[in-house]
Every structure is written in C-alpha cells, then in structure tokens.
C-alpha cells in the first residue's frame, strides 16, 4: 500500500496529538481546543517567537485561547520536547518547534532581533573533542553568537 504525502502527514499529527493528549494527562491537565490551538501553532511553524506573539496569532485567527493558557501550554511542550525555549540575551524568551527540526545553532542580531539558523560540522565536531578532553559525554547544547547583521551593520 502506497501511501500520500499528506496521509502521512495526517497520520504523524494523529500521533503527535495523541503523545500530547498522554502527557497532558499525566501531568494533571485537560486536553482542551485551546491546548490543541498552541500545540498546532508551534509544531506548524518554523519561527522563533514569543508567547505574546503565539497568543496574539491565535486570537487573529479567531481562537478563544488566553495567554495565561499560551504561557502554561509551552512550558509543557518545552519539558516534553516538542518545542525549544531560547534566551537571547534581552529578557524575552522566544520558542521553536523542535519536531521534524535537525539541530541547529543561531546567529542573532543584537540591534535588530534577527536570527539566522546554521549547522557547522566543524563546530559540531569541536565540541565533540572538547567534551572528550575533559572527560564528558555530551547529552545537549545550546549555541548562539551575537553580533550585527548585515543589514544593521
């Protein structure tokens, strides 16, 4: 049987929102349209963005969803892996999807707020060799440079 690509696609949702549902339970909280709302806002969308832009996107689109319930939902989607939660260095938290996403670092702008994804193996594997150094087993990192883009320079 031969399957399309958007019946695949169906069918990972399916599975992603049936792993949210168990979590969701297991950590004391309804499965709600609202949670499913943020849920779906996230995994659906490549950008790094705050909890205020989120909520305001679900309520343009006619969601009945509070931020207090944004806030709560990506604390949960953080702590299980669905999403990343970024500090920039500004006191704003922004926040990724971290499904179907292959690692990668960032570049940020600190006069404009840009971010630019990258993947360098040569970073990667320095990291690998100064971990060995000092004895230690990687187990995750978080790299980001700042500096000024192009457009701001």
């Given at each position: 049987?031969?399957?399309?690509?958007?019946?695949?696609?169906?069918?990972?949702?399916?599975?992603?929102?049936?792993?949210?549902?168990?979590?969701?339970?297991?950590?004391?909280?309804?499965?709600?349209?609202?949670?499913?709302?943020?849920?779906?806002?996230?995994?659906?969308?490549?950008?790094?963005?705050?909890?205020?832009?989120?909520?305001?996107?679900?309520?343009?689109?006619?969601?009945n969803v509070s931020r207090a319930t944004v806030y709560r939902t990506m604390d949960i989607l953080?702590?299980?892996?669905?999403?990343?939660?970024?500090?920039?260095?500004d006191g704003r938290f922004r926040y990724e999807s971290k499904l179907n996403i292959p690692h990668?670092?960032?570049?940020?702008?600190?006069?404009?707020?840009?971010?630019?994804?990258?993947?360098?193996?040569?970073?990667?594997?320095?990291?690998?060799?100064?971990?060995?150094?000092?004895?230690?087993?990687?187990?995750?990192?978080?790299?980001?440079?700042?500096?000024?883009?192009?457009?701001?320079?």
């Open positions: 049987m031969i399957l399309n690509y958007n019946k695949v696609k169906r069918l990972k949702k399916i599975e992603l929102l049936n792993r949210f549902k168990d979590i969701l339970h297991q950590n004391g909280f309804k499965f709600t349209p609202q949670r499913i709302d943020v849920f779906e806002e996230i995994i659906n969308n490549d950008g790094h963005r705050e909890c205020e832009d989120i909520y305001l996107t679900l309520r343009r689109q006619g969601k953080v702590k299980n892996n669905f999403a990343r939660k970024l500090n920039l260095g990668h670092d960032h570049l940020v702008c600190t006069t404009c707020g840009k971010i630019v994804e990258f993947m360098d193996q040569k970073i990667e594997s320095l990291q690998e060799n100064v971990a060995e150094q000092y004895d230690f087993i990687l187990t995750r990192h978080i790299h980001q440079l700042f500096g000024i883009c192009k457009k701001c320079q």
